[in-house]
């Protein structure tokens, strides 16, 4: 294993349409013979959070060999037996739930940080999308505290490419990755290399006037925007910023190629914009909580569109 295991990592065509939870089982089932340290389990939610491993037995008392886990439903046990496996050595373990139960399980991710273990947490239903669970389930806060961890690799792709890569970095990274995934399906927009570097151009202009920068779900919207932008005689580059810390690690001259200090930034992130004045002269994102509706209507609603990404980026040019 391990050796040259990165070949059997899946890439995805442009224009096919594939929630990044389900992209995530793809990766860890193509390379599961090349990483056969993975253990793989959820806290109830094994399904719905793309951690089923295939054809693979359960771990029990009577199969200890297995790779599957069934924790069942304890967000903070699960955490706590990872660290504990990782910090053991011999396996990688990843394990899904629901991105709001984060909060359930925030002492065990704290803690893999703090001891450099290296393990996957497989954080799903990453925003409002989520839907019709309403506003309890509908995480809005809590990437910004994932990112506010010392020593955590937080990674939230664009569409299937950078999910795969993300995989990819979580296991050749010395320490805990959380991957932040959809519950909706979103095109595959990049070819997954903003990943490495944590931010790259998707989409280019050859005189841009304004740099939209996205993460997640939100990078196919502002590839829709840039268009009607373009149209509108504003030149429109979009960036995909998958990583934040990975981002923070390239030489200054990159960063400032990807985010030139002379171009207007919006930020566009289905979450709270705490934290993206770093980066963005304006920020869209949803700082307040969520709604009971349809998932796509409660992004529309709150602001997460074309329209509004559109209308704000005009501001933002003739503020210039």
């Not at 939870?21 to 793309?50: H, Q, Y």
């Not at 996957?120 to 809590?142: A, I, L, N, R, Y």
């Not at 979103?186 to 931010?199: F, H, I, K, N, R």
């Amino acid at each position: 294993g391990l050796d040259g295991w990165e070949d059997a990592l899946p890439t995805f065509e442009q224009g096919e349409s594939i929630a990044t939870r389900v992209a995530i089982e793809k990766a860890f089932n193509a390379t599961l013979a090349g990483v056969p340290g993975l253990v793989s389990g959820a806290a109830d939610l094994t399904g719905n959070t793309g951690t089923k491993l295939a054809g693979q037995q359960a771990m029990t008392a009577a199969t200890p060999e297995g790779r599957q886990v069934y924790y069942g439903i304890r967000e903070h046990g699960m955490g706590s037996v990872m660290v504990g496996m990782a910090l053991h050595g011999g396996v990688l373990p990843a394990g899904g739930t629901f991105f709001v139960f984060l909060d359930y399980m925030r002492p065990p991710v704290r803690l893999a940080a703090l001891s450099g273990a290296k393990v996957v947490f497989v954080f799903t239903h990453d925003s409002v999308g989520v839907g019709e669970d309403g506003p309890t389930h509908q995480p809005v806060e809590h990437l910004a505290t994932l990112r506010a961890i010392p020593h955590l690799q937080v990674i939230r792709p664009a569409d299937a490419n950078e999910t795969s890569q993300a995989w990819r970095v979580a296991v050749e990274h010395d320490g805990p990755t959380a991957l932040v995934l959809s519950r909706q399906n979103l095109p595959v927009c990049t070819d997954g290399s903003a990943v490495e570097v944590g931010a790259a151009v998707v989409r280019d202009h050859d005189d841009p006037q304004v740099v939209l920068l996205a993460t997640g779900s939100e990078v196919s919207v502002c590839l829709e925007a840039a268009d009607h932008l373009d149209e509108a005689g504003i030149g429109t580059r979009v960036v995909s910023m998958p990583s934040w810390d990975r981002f923070e690690r390239q030489p200054e001259d990159y960063r400032n190629d990807v985010l030139p200090l002379w171009l207007p930034v919006l930020s566009v992130e289905a979450g709270a914009t705490f934290g993206w004045a770093a980066y963005a002269d304006a920020s869209i994102g949803i700082d307040r909580f969520g709604a009971s509706a349809p998932g796509a209507e409660v992004l529309d609603r709150l602001g997460i569109n074309v329209a509004h990404i559109v209308a704000r980026a005009t501001e933002l040019v003739s503020e210039e």
